[in-house]
């Protein structure tokens, strides 16, 4: 994901090509996540921008704008995968494992700016994952910051070093009870701090990530002020460029999670783990626990998580409600299993059930017990009238003097005992 040190490298670019210049055509597709979530959509975004000029663009954390000849002003966020890129020059921050083929437009587009004048210039916004967001801000552009969702965020630390002093830190710090890396994350606290970013200034710190942010001494707290300002300027001073980070930073060794050699130069070892949701480089010598610490939580529970976005923007709230779902449907699923897990004799049904559903079966099992005696009652007239029938076809025929001794005898009437004749 762009961090702050991304970001000022994609502002870099804007400017080199873009500042100064006319958008003379913007070609749109449209997305209803990408402009739809941020209120806004791709006709509305091409009517608002074709024919201004750019005159300036700004940066704060994460988030980056361009300020038009007049409003509105188009707001920006890369989120996970969204970037510019450039007909004329390669804005890229790192090297793909394998080299892509160079094509314009590019894949994954959503919008493309058109200048007028040499050089003639095309600049692309795109976004695979389409988590990225666009927007339009109605104001005047010196108020920009002043707007949602700029306004909910936290200090810049390259740009509101004026703000982001010292004391300011030290009370931000401990009016809150949450892991340090969490801390860090919450773009309401401070802005342009991602993943990679906060493990290095943690690194630096020589601070654990878990560890509660109200535990921290003062000689701790000053030195995490100062790793944040060092590692944040740095980032932003090269653009991202990675291949001139200084040698030592964990951001050159960090990766190959699991593989063998996975250490610093001096000999140290990284190892990985999930805090505040994401996935931690840690250096266990270095990084020693001093305080209370603690795994995952809920940071907004704890009083973070009040700005627009914890670290990725809006997809953090749509991860949530996904894991909540599958939470949800994991409790079903296990509450059938148990279900169906449960077997045994009736006897042993009963025991296991609540004395008022225990008693509430013994009534049902007497009613059942009445009713099968009564309806044998019932049956047993008939049952008798078939054994007579049935031992009566058994009997062996009367002769013709018996019948005629008999009939003298009944005066005429046969017995119903007698079989047919």
Not at 148 to 177: A, C, M, Y
Request: glycine share 8%; charged share 30%; with cysteine.
């Amino acid at each position: 994901m762009p961090e702050i040190g991304e970001i000022a490298r994609l502002v870099h670019y804007l400017r080199k090509h873009l500042l100064g210049k006319t958008v003379s055509a913007v070609k749109v597709q449209e997305d209803n996540i990408v402009y739809g979530k941020a209120g806004t959509t791709a006709d509305q975004f091409q009517k608002a921008i074709t024919g201004k000029k750019v005159v300036d663009v700004g940066q704060q954390g994460k988030y980056f704008w361009m300020i038009m000849s007049s409003p509105p002003h188009p707001l920006l966020h890369c989120s996970m995968t969204g970037w510019f890129k450039f007909s004329n020059d390669n804005s890229g921050y790192y090297k793909p494992a394998k080299p892509e083929k160079e094509s314009w437009p590019p894949r994954y587009w959503k919008f493309i700016l058109e200048t007028q004048g040499e050089p003639h210039t095309e600049a692309a916004f795109v976004d695979p994952r389409r988590l990225g967001r666009i927007r339009l801000i109605d104001c005047d552009g010196d108020k920009i910051r002043q707007t949602s969702p700029l306004d909910q965020n936290g200090p810049d630390p390259v740009i509101d070093k004026d703000k982001l002093t010292q004391d300011w830190f030290t009370k931000k710090v401990r009016s809150k009870r949450v892991p340090l890396k969490a801390f860090l994350l919450d773009q309401a606290n401070i802005s342009g701090v991602g993943n990679w970013v906060a493990d290095e200034i943690l690194y630096n710190a020589k601070i654990h990530p878990e560890q509660y942010t109200n535990s921290l001494r003062d000689d701790q707290l000053r030195q995490l002020h100062q790793s944040l300002l060092y590692v944040c300027s740095t980032a932003v001073d090269l653009l991202a460029d990675s291949s001139k980070f200084p040698e030592e930073w964990l951001m050159k060794h960090r990766w190959g999670k699991g593989k063998k050699g996975n250490t610093l130069p001096n000999g140290e070892r990284i190892t990985h783990m999930t805090v505040g949701g994401r996935t931690s480089a840690v250096v266990p010598g270095v990084q020693r626990k001093t305080g209370p610490v603690a795994g995952d939580v809920d940071t907004k529970a704890n009083g973070a998580g009040s700005g627009e976005e914890s670290d990725d923007g809006e997809t953090q709230r749509e991860k949530k409600g996904a894991q909540k779902s599958t939470q949800r449907g994991a409790k079903k699923v296990n509450g059938n299993a148990k279900a169906d897990t449960q077997t045994g004799s009736p006897a042993e049904d009963v025991k296991k059930a609540s004395p008022k559903s225990g008693a509430k079966v013994n009534e049902e099992a007497k009613t059942s017990k009445n009713a099968s005696s009564t309806s044998k009652k019932r049956k047993a007239p008939a049952e008798k009238m078939a054994n007579d029938v049935s031992e009566d076809k058994k009997a062996p025929k009367k002769s013709k003097s018996e019948l005629a001794s008999v009939e003298a005898r009944t005066g005429g009437r046969r017995s119903a005992r007698i079989g047919k004749t």
